[in-house]
Structures are given as structure tokens and as C-alpha cells.
């Protein structure tokens, strides 16, 4: 089984960026599709992004489109979150975990599979 470590949160203010790493072990990443979630303090767990093992495509939850990009790097078995323009309500946890589906209902994004610790972002001036 994978293990994944997250890594790059920090203290940013609004409209700042930050890239987040989840580097795997054990086994190689580029087999898994790779989600990233958020929990912030009293709310629920938010997917924020699902990306495909084969071609990369990534579906992007409203809260991150136009301002999150998801990137690997298949030579360092490290995927990437890169988030631009970060608000206040960014604020919360990030996960990365493998296994990932979205609900073609109510496209929330779900995990089956290996998670990190999580890496805290706060979004303050």
C-alpha cells in the first residue's frame, strides 16, 4: 500500500500562493488517481480536486476552479497542488489520497484508498 506525506502549508495572506506536495512511497503514484481535500475547523470534508491515472484529466470542485492546478512528477513520485489567489475561506487541512472517484450526481469527490496526514494552509493578513 502507498504511503503519503504532505508537505508546503503555511501561513499566506489572501490572494498569496502556495503549492502543496504529497510525495508517495512504497509504490509509484502515476498508478493511482490522486484527490485533494480539505477540512476546515466545524465543517465537512471537502474534495477539492480528482485526477486521473491515465491522462492526467482533473476535475476541479467550483471552489478551486481557475485558481488551484494539480500537477505531477512522475521521476520524484510527487503530485502537486498549486493554489493561486488564496482567500480566507481557503483556510483548512489538505489531504492528498489515492483512489479517488467523483459522483456524477452531485459531483462530491470520494477516496477508497490511501491518505496523508494532512498539511495545514491558513489564508490571513
Known amino acids: 500500500q502507498v504511503q503519503l506525506v504532505e508537505s508546503g502549508g503555511g501561513l499566506v495572506q489572501p490572494g498569496g500562493s502556495l503549492r502543496l506536495a504529497c510525495a508517495g512511497s512504497?509504490?509509484?503514484?502515476?498508478?493511482?488517481?490522486i484527490a485533494w481535500f480539505r477540512q476546515a475547523p466545524g465543517k465537512e470534508r471537502e474534495g477539492v480536486s480528482c485526477t486521473s491515472a491515465s491522462d492526467n484529466s482533473t476535475y476541479y470542485a467550483d471552489s478551486a476552479k481557475g485558481r488551484f492546478t494539480f500537477a505531477r512528477d512522475n521521476a520524484k513520485n510527487t503530485v502537486y497542488l498549486q493554489m493561486n489567489n488564496l482567500k480566507p475561506e481557503d483556510t483548512a487541512v489538505y489531504y492528498c489520497a489515492t483512489d479517488c472517484r467523483r459522483s456524477p450526481y452531485s459531483n462530491k469527490i470520494y477516496s477508497f484508498g490511501s491518505w496523508g496526514q494532512g498539511t495545514q494552509v491558513t489564508v490571513s493578513s
Open positions: 512504497g509504490f509509484p503514484l502515476d498508478y493511482y488517481t
